[in-house]
């Protein structure tokens, strides 16, 4: 991780942390769910509120009464609100998009959930994915929340990262290996 995004992910984490904490206290968890959610989706879809976190040109009262406002029009949970407002005091809404994952971690492993981040080759079927996350559930012990992407350049077969585990069953990575392997006998 380059020094700038770890910079960025400790700001967010220790953030997350105290939102976390302070929702899991009022048992609001469901709530700031919800609110992180629409958040995502609103930086997902809106080009000025991406320019309004990231911008060194807003001024720190500009950003406050934006997020706040938007924050409030959006009905972000009070926690959340309070904590945009403060991180836009203190010029740090930069790193709402690793908050937004931060706080999406906690909340999952306080309910026992992990995600697994799925590579394939092409779109896996709701049959497929629901057998793949029940298999990986029973090797975990977790419920699993797949987060599925395609990528075609694998070839066939699948890429599952789970935490700091990976299985690669691409054709590529065994393509991969055969042409180490040929290179080394000749």
Known sequence: MSEPASISAGIADRYATA?????????????????????SAALADS??????ISSPLVTRDEQAAAITAVA???GIDEVLRNALALMAAKRRLFVVPNLIEALR???????????????????LTKTQSDKLAKT???RIGKTVTLNATVDESIIGGLV???????????????????????????
């Open 19 to 39: 939102i976390f904490e302070i929702a899991a206290e009022g048992s609001a968890l469901d709530k700031l769910e919800k609110s992180i959610n629409d958040l």
């Open 136 to 138: 990986l559930a029973a």
């Open 160 to 186: 599952v990262k789970v935490g700091s585990k990976m299985i690669d069953s691409s054709i590529r990575s065994k393509l991969n290996s055969l042409q180490n392997a040929m290179k080394e006998v000749g």
């Open 72 to 74: 409030e029009k959006m």
């Open 105 to 123: 971690a906690r909340i999952s492993e306080a309910r026992g959930e992990v995600t697994a981040e799925v590579i394939s080759a092409k779109a």
């Open 47 to 52: 080009d000025d509120l991406r320019t309004l």
